[in-house]
T-cell receptor
Framework: GAVVSQHPSRVICKSGTSVKIECRSL??????MFWYRQFPKKSLMLMAT?????????EQGVEKDKFLINHASLTLSTLTVTSAHPEDSSFYIC???????????????FGDGTRLSIL | EDKVVQSPLSLVVHEGDTVTLNCSYEVTNFRSLLWYKQEKKAPTFLFML????IEKKSGRLSSILDKKELSSILNITATQTGDSAIYLCAGTDSGYALNFGKGTSLLVTP
């Protein structure tokens, strides 16, 4: 089945550091990937939609200069949290859906998530 | 604004019981409704529903969509302790992004 790999699974770093999270679709091509954030005991909140070869679409309230998204290939999207601060500590999860309009409506599959802790 | 509401928020049952989880949605340009199970890490896919009235089954789990009522249910029969998790419902629009509900936390006790 569709496998999405997310790396790293856990990051602990000092305030001011930039952190890059990778999301890879291992056995399918993903023209669209999504980045979510989840706070403890809360549901997933969509941050941005990452489209291969074009700029990401950010949800309202998400700072694009803070959360840089790059989707350089059909199997890789990266999220960089720039100059991270303690309030950026959270669980970040990516998802990917297979193909585009030709393949039709496919479900999203999630990576295992990255727990980010900023001290 | 798109909205997905799940009920109940929390449920405790005994092993062997049957449970029904509810999801209602208001999604502009609705495309499909998905159910996910989340344990300690990221959600795992259960069902994707696009057509009304067609039940999808996977073992003891089943789900159905009612587009007239803008709702869906997830049934779990003969529950086991391994079914304990948060069950998330999400609606997608034409952009495929998932609008999640808050989830139903299910605890199955021995």
């Amino acid at each position: 089945g569709a496998v999405v790999s997310q790396h790293p699974s856990r990051v602990i770093c000092k305030s001011g550091t930039s952190v890059k999270i990778e999301c890879r679709s291992l056995d399918f091509q993903a023209t669209t990937m999504f980045w979510y954030r989840q706070f403890p005991k809360k549901s997933l909140m969509l941050m941005a939609t990452s489209n291969e070869g074009s700029k990401a679409t950010y949800e309202q309230g998400v700072e694009k200069d803070k959360f840089l998204i790059n989707h350089a290939s059909l199997t890789l999207s990266t999220l960089t949290v720039t100059s991270a601060h303690p309030e950026d500590s959270s669980f970040y999860i990516c998802s990917a859906r297979e193909g585009g309009g030709i393949i039709g409506n496919q479900p999203q599959h999630f990576g295992d998530g990255t727990r980010l802790s900023i001290l | 604004e798109d909205k997905v509401v799940q009920s109940p928020l929390s449920l405790v049952v005994h092993e062997g019981d049957t449970v029904t989880l509810n999801c209602s949605y208001e999604v502009t340009n609705f495309r499909s409704l998905l159910w996910y199970k989340q344990e300690k890490k990221a959600p795992t896919f259960l069902f994707m529903l696009t057509s009304s009235g067609i039940e999808k089954k996977s073992g003891r789990l089943s789900s159905i969509l009612d587009k007239k009522e803008l709702s869906s249910i997830l049934n779990i029969t003969a529950t086991q302790t391994g079914d304990s998790a948060i069950y998330l419902c999400a609606g997608t629009d034409s952009g495929y992004a998932l609008n999640f509900g808050k989830g139903t936390s299910l605890l199955v006790t021995p």
